[in-house]
């Protein structure tokens, strides 16, 4: 299975201070037929996950553009260019260009 | 409006069986592969199943193969997640989501306990 390890576990950010969250994966997510399948999700506490980006660099609609995804192969990072109140919650990468479907263990943003 | 709406949860003793639906609108639930997840109480997220458009791929996770059956009713706009022989590790808020994982349902509650 493929094993994605996010660091760092917890986050602690001012408002405004811009903050970066690592996802590796054990195996390369470059699937056969070119897509990159990695994405990141942000669970609110009491809420469903949401999608902020997927294909590692693509922001969902709706997204405020402070987000932003990058990467390639087994090394990706998502980044918060001003964090802001809303903002806070844990972040999962997650992979389908393999079965099973795998998330990283989560990134904690709490506030500073 | 994409919607995704779970049911079916609830609290059943160990060994016995559950099953899960999730209402989908908004989209043309039958052309799209859909997958089943959860979350254990405090902790991350795992994937559980995944069924195809048509029903003609099936994917399990190890932790739930031979206990679990992904299904679905495309005129019913309906997807289905049958738990057997339940354990107490399958206690968890169980979410439906779309094949690239865009969309989520709210979740449902499944606890087992004696």
């Known amino acids: 299975d493929v094993v994605l390890t996010q660091t760092p576990p917890t986050l602690l950010a001012t408002i405004g201070q811009s903050v970066s969250i690592s996802c590796r994966s054990s195996?390369?997510?470059?699937?056969?037929?070119?897509?990159?399948?990695l994405n990141w999700l942000l669970q609110r506490t009491g809420q469903s996950p949401q999608p902020l980006i997927y294909?590692?660099?693509k922001l969902e609609s709706g997204v405020p553009n402070r987000f932003s995804g990058s990467g390639s192969g087994t090394d990706f990072t998502l980044k918060i260019s001003g964090v802001e109140a809303e903002d806070l919650g844990v972040y999962y990468c997650?992979?389908?260009?393999?079965?099973?479907?795998?998330f990283g263990g989560g990134t904690k943003l709490e506030l500073k | 409006e994409v919607q995704l709406v779970e049911s079916g949860g609830g609290l059943v003793q160990p060994g016995r069986s559950l099953k899960l639906s999730c209402v989908a609108s908004?989209?043309?639930?039958?052309?799209?592969?859909m997958n089943w997840i959860r979350q254990a109480p405090g902790k991350g997220l795992e994937w559980v199943a995944y069924?195809?458009?048509?029903?003609?791929?099936?994917y399990y996770a190890e932790t739930v193969k031979g206990r679990f059956t992904i299904s679905r009713d495309n005129a019913k706009n309906t997807l289905y997640l049958q738990m057997t022989s339940l354990r107490s590790e399958d206690t968890a808020l169980y979410y439906c989501?779309?094949?690239?994982?865009?969309?989520w349902g709210q979740g449902v509650m499944v606890t087992v306990s004696s």
């Open positions: 997650m992979q389908f260009t393999h079965y099973p479907r795998t």
């Open positions: 195996q390369s997510l470059l699937h056969s037929n070119g897509n990159t399948y």
């Open positions: 908004g989209f043309t639930f039958s052309n799209y592969g």
């Open positions: 069924i195809s458009s048509g029903s003609s791929y099936i």
């Open positions: 294909l590692v660099s």
């Open positions: 989501a779309t094949y690239f994982f865009d969309y």
